[in-house]
C-alpha cells in the first residue's frame, strides 16, 4: 500500500515532510522503489556519486540535492521540487542538472571547456561539490572500463580520452583558484566545501595520466 500511494501521490512525502527530514524521505524513496523513485531520477549512478560526496559532505541540502541531480523533468518540475525539498535543493539540483545535461549531450569533449569552466567559474560550493564527485565518478568509470575491455572501450566514447583529461585539468585549476573563497563561505558554523574531495579527484586524475599517458591527439 504504502508503495502504490507513493507512486500517485506526491503529497504523501509532503505530509512526511513534517516528520522526516529530507535524507529520511529520500532513503524512503529508494527503499520503496518503484514509479516514484523512477520519476525523480534516482539510479546506480547517482547512488555512486552520492557515496563518493558522503565521504566528504555532511550538509543534508547538499546531499539532497546530489541524490536528486536527475529529477528536475516533465514529470518533476523544478516547483515541485521546491514544494517538496526546499526551494535549496531545488536551486542545487537545477545548476548541477543544467552542467550534466549539457555534458552528455555534448558531441565533442574539446568544445566543451569554455562553456564549463564559465559555468563552474560562478558555481556555489554546494553544487560544485556535487559536480566535483560527478566529474569523479566518471573518471573512475572511464578507468574501470579501460581495465575490462581495453582500446574497444575508449572507442565507445564520444570523444578522445585525453580531450577529457585536458578538461579535468583546467577544472581542478579553476577550483585551486576558488579554493580560499569555497573554503570561506559556511551555512551557519558549518563549512560547506571540503577541499579534500578535490584532491581525491586530483588523485583518480593522476591514476588516468599514469594509465593513458599524455599523448596529445
Not at 558522503?54 to 529529477?71: F, G, P, R
Amino acid at each position: 500500500f504504502f508503495g502504490l500511494y507513493c507512486e500517485h501521490n506526491f503529497m504523501f512525502f509532503l505530509f512526511l515532510g513534517g516528520y522526516m527530514n529530507n535524507i529520511s524521505r529520500i532513503r524512503a524513496i529508494i527503499a520503496n522503489g518503484g514509479l516514484l523513485k523512477e520519476k525523480l531520477g534516482i539510479n546506480e549512478e547517482v547512488i555512486a556519486i552520492h557515496d563518493i560526496l558522503v565521504k566528504y559532505s555532511n550538509h543534508e541540502d547538499t546531499l539532497s540535492a546530489c541524490i536528486l541531480q536527475n529529477s528536475i523533468s516533465d514529470a518533476f518540475d523544478y516547483h515541485k521540487l521546491s514544494d517538496n525539498f526546499g526551494p535549496n535543493v531545488a536551486d542545487i539540483v537545477s545548476s548541477v542538472s543544467r552542467y550534466i545535461h549539457h555534458e552528455q549531450n555534448s558531441e565533442k569533449w574539446k568544445t566543451k571547456d569554455n562553456y564549463f569552466l564559465k559555468k563552474i567559474e560562478k558555481f556555489d560550493p554546494q553544487p560544485l561539490m556535487i559536480v566535483t564527485a560527478y566529474e569523479a565518478h566518471q573518471l573512475r568509470s572511464v578507468l574501470a572500463g579501460y581495465k575490462q575491455e581495453g582500446q574497444k572501450y575508449l572507442k565507445k566514447l564520444d570523444s578522445p580520452i585525453y580531450h577529457r583529461l585536458r578538461y579535468y585539468d583546467s577544472f581542478s585549476e579553476l577550483i585551486n583558484r576558488r579554493r580560499k573563497e569555497l573554503e570561506s563561505q559556511t551555512v551557519g558554523d558549518d563549512k560547506i566545501f571540503n577541499y579534500e574531495l578535490v584532491k581525491n579527484f586530483a588523485k583518480i586524475r593522476c591514476e588516468a595520466r599514469d594509465v593513458f599517458g599524455f599523448q596529445e591527439l
